[in-house]
Nanobody, 121 residues
C-alpha cells in the first residue's frame, strides 16, 4: 500500500504561483494531479507516465508543470499564472500502471488527502 501526502497549497492572488508537492511512501509508476471544487466533479489536470512524459488538460496547459524527483519519490506541480477558477482542492494520485491518463481517475489506485489552493482576484 502506497501512501501519498500532498503539501504546498495556500492562498495566492491571481497571477501568482504555487508549487505543490506529493511524497509517496513507496515506488509507483504513473502519477497525476487532480482537483475538485465544492459541488464539482473531479477534474484531471496532469499526468506523468513511467517514461516521464507529461500530459496536461487544456485548462492548465502552458501554466502548470508536472515533474518528479525520483530520488525523493516526490511529485510536483508548479502552478503559474494562477486564476480564480483554479481554486480547488488538489489531489495527487498514483498507480503501478506504466501509463495513465488524467481523464480516467479509476486507473489510479492510490490517492492523497488533498491540499487546498485558493486564488483571489
Amino acid at each position: 500500500q502506497v501512501q501519498l501526502v500532498e503539501s504546498g497549497g495556500g492562498s495566492v492572488q491571481a497571477g501568482g504561483s504555487l508549487r505543490l508537492s506529493c511524497v509517496a511512501s513507496g515506488a509507483t509508476s504513473c502519477m497525476g494531479w487532480f482537483r475538485q471544487g465544492p459541488g464539482q466533479d473531479r477534474e484531471g489536470i496532469a499526468t506523468r507516465d513511467s517514461d516521464g512524459i507529461p500530459v496536461y488538460a487544456g485548462s492548465v496547459k502552458g501554466r502548470f508543470t508536472i515533474s518528479k524527483d525520483n530520488a525523493k519519490n516526490t511529485l510536483y506541480l508548479q502552478m503559474n499564472s494562477l486564476k480564480p477558477e483554479d481554486t480547488s482542492m488538489y489531489y495527487c494520485a498514483a498507480t503501478y500502471r506504466p501509463e495513465c491518463t488524467y481523464y480516467a481517475p479509476a486507473l489510479f489506485g492510490f490517492w492523497g488527502q488533498g491540499t487546498q489552493v485558493t486564488v483571489s482576484s
